[in-house]
């Protein structure tokens, strides 16, 4: 799991900080850039394993603000197609998603971002599934567990996001 963060998350000169924390099903990780004190920190999920487990879904901060994106060991090419469904949900409408540089991730939309975490907040899964651009299908699922708890040590979540205290 260690390489696909570390692919995907990108900043070559952010470092982790040797602190991890285990939130529910997600996995906190503090990352701070050590000239700029930008922070890249994150917390992950990985795969369920009654699906493909090959992939982590990551809440992350960077200089854009907060992010949300899976990452898996297939490619997915540069704009992969994505629905998704929280618990017995109506499945999302298919849209198009941000192939990251390895191409073997994707970044929901900016504007999708609040209306993905929203309904992740109330959730206990997520099912993704991902039409790569090779034309190969993947499905991923996710324990939410914990959520709103682990958003809460990223410094860039949303408000709306936020335990009350």
């Known amino acids: 799991m260690v390489c696909l963060v570390m692919l995907t998350l990108g900043q070559t000169y952010a470092i982790d900080l040797p602190e991890k924390i285990q939130i529910g099903s997600f996995l906190y990780q503090q990352r701070l850039d050590p000239i700029t004190d930008e922070d890249s920190s994150y917390i992950l999920t990985t795969g369920m394993a009654d699906r493909e487990d090959n992939s982590i879904l990551i ?8 992010s949300v994106l899976i990452s898996t060991i297939y490619e997915l090419g540069v704009a992969p197609e994505v629905v998704y469904r929280f618990d017995k949900a109506k499945a999302s409408i298919a849209e198009k998603w941000i192939g990251d540089l390895t191409k073997k991730g994707a970044f929901i939309s ?10 992740a907040l109330n959730s206990t ?35 709306y996001s936020k ?3």
Request: charged fraction near 20%; glycine fraction near 4%; aromatic fraction near 10%.
């Open 110 to 119: 900016d504007n999708a971002v609040p209306v993905f975490t929203k309904a």
């Open 163 to 165: 335990a009350s205290s």
């Open 59 to 66: 809440f992350r901060c960077d200089i854009d603000g907060f």
């Open 125 to 159: 899964t997520v099912v993704v599934r991902v039409s790569a651009e090779n034309g190969i299908t993947h499905t991923f699922q996710y324990d939410l567990t914990a959520l709103k708890a682990a958003l809460n040590y990223l410094t860039c979540a949303p408000k």
